[in-house]
């Protein structure tokens, strides 16, 4: 959900400053000045915008490295405790088969002196 605002943010950025340079464009198209000074003037709005644009570019980059980087500690610590988990289950495993293991062992061994000893 936040990576769909993320990218829906960033779409709304960019059409904001492609329809402010369009804006400006055509303001300095059709306003009454010389060619030069309209050259310069496109050119100066241009700069800008693109300045702008990196800028909030940058923005953007800086926050999705930023929750990337909180997923990737977030996944790493769950991978950790699923790790934990594993361990302690077959611990427990280990345990309870040696344990069933020795009973087992006692039952055989009572039974084979039983039958020594009614023979």
């Not at 943010?9 to 492609?18: C, E, I, Q």
């Not at 303001?27 to 909030?56: H, N, Q, W, Y």
């Not at 980059?61 to 930023?66: C, I, K, L, P, Q």
């Not at 062992?105 to 084979?112: D, F, K, P, T």
Request: aromatic share 4%; no cysteine; hydrophobic share 40%.
């Amino acid at each position: 959900m936040d990576n769909e605002r993320q990218g829906n943010g960033l779409v709304v950025l960019l059409a904001f400053f492609t329809g402010g340079l369009i804006g400006s464009l055509l303001g300095l198209l059709f306003a009454p000045m010389a060619g030069r000074e309209t050259r310069e003037k496109i050119r100066d709005a241009s700069m800008d915008v693109k300045d702008r644009t990196i800028t909030a570019a940058n923005q953007a980059r800086d926050v999705t490295t930023e929750r990337v980087t909180d997923l990737v500690d977030k996944g790493k610590a769950r991978v950790d405790d699923a790790t934990e988990s594993v361990k302690a289950a077959v611990d427990a495993g280990k345990s309870a088969f040696v344990e069933k293991k020795s009973e087992l062992a006692n039952i055989l061994s009572r039974e084979n002196e039983e039958e020594e000893a009614e023979s």
